[in-house]
């Protein structure tokens, strides 16, 4: 599906998502346009989202695990509440005793709380949190949005 220029592309995207076309045709033996085209083709397919990422640790945002054993009737509102709420970085299906893992982060643990308690267990009878510190690698992490926490 993608060939060793998109690779190229989005490796070098991947280190900086704001150089030019010009700076990512360089090596690549295709012109600006065909890299335009090619990213625009990597976007539409759900294969590339180019975004802001932020250092958690550097706007002393708190995160944890959240693990969660939600009701399979509960699934499907579930998953719109995990998708669309910026607290939520990531939600994995899991096996074992939980079958969902949250990685969740806000300004401080108030926020999380809250969201554990009023939000996510609604979802689920049983809940393990663990508070963990901020990603080690990659130091940067996109967020859905800041504008629950500004």
């Known amino acids: 599906m993608i060939d060793d220029i998109d690779r190229k592309i989005i490796e070098k995207l991947s280190k900086d998502g704001r150089l030019s076309l010009t700076e990512l045709s360089e090596g ?12 625009e083709k990597l976007e539409n397919t759900g294969l590339l989202k180019i975004c802001a990422a932020l250092n958690l640790e550097k706007l002393n945002y708190q995160t944890l695990l959240v693990e ?12 719109k509440l995990v998708a669309s709420n910026p607290k939520v970085l990531n939600c994995f299906e899991i096996s074992g005793q939980f079958n969902h893992l949250l990685i969740c982060t806000a300004r401080n643990n108030q926020n999380l709380r809250l969201f554990i308690e009023n939000d996510l267990k609604k979802f689920s009878k049983d809940c393990r949190v663990t508070l963990s510190s901020n990603p080690m690698t990659p130091n940067f992490v996109p967020l859905k949005s800041l504008e629950e926490e500004w």
Do not use: C, E, M, Y
Not at 28 to 39: D, E, H, K, M, Y
Not at 71 to 78: G, L, Q
């Open 28 to 39: 690549t033996g295709i012109s600006r346009v065909a890299i335009a085209s090619r990213i």
């Open 68 to 79: 969660l054993q939600v009701d399979k009737t509960k699934t499907i509102a579930f998953h």
